[in-house]
Nanobody, 127 residues
């Protein structure tokens, strides 16, 4: 079992920054990938970024490349999403998710890859 808890959301002006955290408990943290997805009101949930268990590889949606940076500290069982140059269209509930089952050829941007999800944290970017 894996439990995920997000934090760090809030209200920020356009152009500002936030850092989200995803803290995990349970089975060996460094063995699985973590991703962030987001869901804006009235829209489907979409992939934001993912990081492999070792942290050596990251993947980003085109909409956040160059603005968001994903990192992890396996000693603290925490993944961080640094979000810079925020835009109003980044407003959403951000969820982190753990992929504990993929043994290879993982499709990191696909929701079906992830078997544990956090409750989410609200990010609101004002104009």
């Amino acid at each position: 079992q894996v439990q995920l808890v997000e934090s760090g959301g809030g209200l920020v002006q356009a152009g500002g920054s936030l850092r989200l955290s995803c803290a995990a408990s349970g089975r060996s943290f460094s063995s699985y990938a973590i991703a962030w997805f987001r869901q804006a009101p009235g829209k489907e949930r979409e992939f934001v970024a993912a990081i492999t268990g070792t942290g050596w590889s990251t993947h980003y949606a085109d909409s956040v490349k160059g603005r968001f940076t994903l990192s992890r500290d396996n000693t603290k069982k925490t993944v961080y999403l640094q979000m810079n140059s925020l835009k109003p269209e980044d407003t959403a509930v951000y969820h982190c998710a753990a992929d504990t089952a993929c043994g290879g050829n993982c499709k990191y941007s696909a929701e079906y890859e992830y078997d544990y999800w956090g409750q989410g944290t609200q990010v609101t970017v004002s104009t």
